[in-house]
Structure formats: structure tokens, C-alpha cells
């Protein structure tokens, strides 16, 4: 009987050792991921960017296979490319970008793609300064970009309220509310509870650049 009581609890004991290992080591996973694209950007805001897996050896490297650590789902503006302002090469970021940062059916598609079978450890909503596609949605100058302002304009009614600076929190809130739309998604949402990834949103500064993370 005794015995059989040890073995019940050290059976019990394993169990509650692993179940409690694996959200810590998924957490540390993304907390890498967040920390690896900030120093990034830090190299590149001081003109100290290492240029790192952009020659022969790395695109043979993952010819086969590849394995980005991170999803960036960013704007299409000339001015804001994720693989040079977080300082990376081939194969290192998943890189979804439209107008606005905005996130449609086939955006979410890719999305999805990446954080359930490229094994990435978290997913940046990529805003920016000055961003065109919100400007215009604010502007109402929208003739040529309505499905995209459809998705904006959520944000742009509630950055209304905002006394200053309406662009920049409408910038803001967009992302934010991108952010709110992935964990939302089924996919993404078991995801997230399982500890597999974690959705972020982030505000590039055009003129310094450095990024910026948001908070609800």
C-alpha cells in the first residue's frame, strides 16, 4: 500500500513538473524573440547594423526549409522594411505587409500559415509614423483604397475623442485593434493558450528609428 502511494505521488509530482515547464519555456521563447528584434533596432537607430545572414552560405542554408523566429505584419510604406530596421537576413522574419498594417482575410490566412507551422515565437503588428493609408482614411480620401479603409476606420472614430495629435492615435489604435482582430482568430487564439506564441503591436518612428511597443 505504501508503496503504491509513493509511486501515485511521484507520478503526480512529474506531471505537475512538465505541465508547469512548458508555458515558462514557451514564455522565455517569446521573450528571446521580443528582445532579439529590439536589439536589432537598437544596432540600427545607432548606425551599428551587422548586415547578418545576407550572403551565400545562409540562402543555401535554408534553400530547404525555413524557420523565422518572428511574424511581422507590417506596412507596405517604402520607408518601414522590417528585415533592415530590426537588423535581419534571409529567413529570419515572417513578413506580411499592406497598406495600412492592416489585417483582411487573406492577411490572416498568411499569418496563420506562419504561427501554426513555421514554429515562430511571436507575431508584431508593425505601425508607423505618418502613415499614408490612416491619413487618407481621415481625410476621407478613400476612393481608391475602400476595402482598406473599411478596416481602418474603426480606429479613426475612436481617435476622434483625441484632442491632439488625431493621426498619430489613430496610427496607434489601428495596430492595437489588429492586434485585438489575430487573438481573436481560433487559430491564433489556441495559440496564445497554449503558450505557443504571443501577439504584440508596435509604432515605428520615421525620423529616429526606433520602435516604440503599445500598450492597451
Known amino acids: 500500500m505504501k508503496k503504491t502511494l509513493v509511486l501515485s505521488y511521484f507520478f503526480f509530482l512529474l506531471i505537475f513538473l512538465f505541465s508547469s515547464c512548458e508555458p515558462k519555456e514557451s514564455k522565455i521563447a517569446s521573450e528571446k524573440a521580443l528582445d532579439r528584434l529590439i536589439k536589432g533596432n537598437e544596432r540600427f537607430v545607432n548606425n551599428k547594423s551587422l548586415h547578418t545572414n545576407q550572403n551565400e552560405e545562409r540562402r543555401k542554408a535554408i534553400a530547404s526549409q525555413q524557420s523565422p523566429y518572428a511574424i511581422i505584419v507590417g506596412c507596405s510604406d517604402s520607408r518601414v522594411s522590417p528585415e533592415i ?3 535581419e537576413g ?4 515572417f513578413v506580411v505587409r499592406v497598406a495600412g498594417n492592416i489585417i483582411g482575410p487573406i492577411e490572416l490566412e498568411s499569418i496563420e500559415y506562419a504561427a501554426l507551422y513555421l ?18 482614411v481621415i481625410q476621407n480620401k478613400i476612393t481608391d483604397i475602400e476595402e482598406i479603409a473599411k478596416i481602418i476606420k474603426p480606429a479613426i472614430q475612436k481617435a476622434e475623442e483625441s484632442k491632439t495629435n488625431q493621426l ?39 525620423k529616429t528609428g526606433h520602435i516604440e511597443l503599445l500598450n492597451e
Open 90 to 93: 534571409l529567413g529570419d522574419l
Open 168 to 206: 498619430g492615435q489613430a496610427i496607434k489604435i489601428n495596430a492595437l485593434n489588429m492586434k485585438s482582430f489575430l487573438e481573436k482568430s481560433s487559430k491564433i487564439e489556441q495559440l496564445i493558450r497554449d503558450k505557443k506564441i504571443e501577439v504584440l503591436a508596435a509604432y515605428y518612428n520615421i
Open 85 to 87: 530596421i530590426f537588423d
Open 119 to 136: 514554429n515562430s515565437a511571436i507575431i508584431l503588428i508593425l505601425s508607423h509614423e505618418n502613415c499614408g493609408a490612416v491619413e487618407a
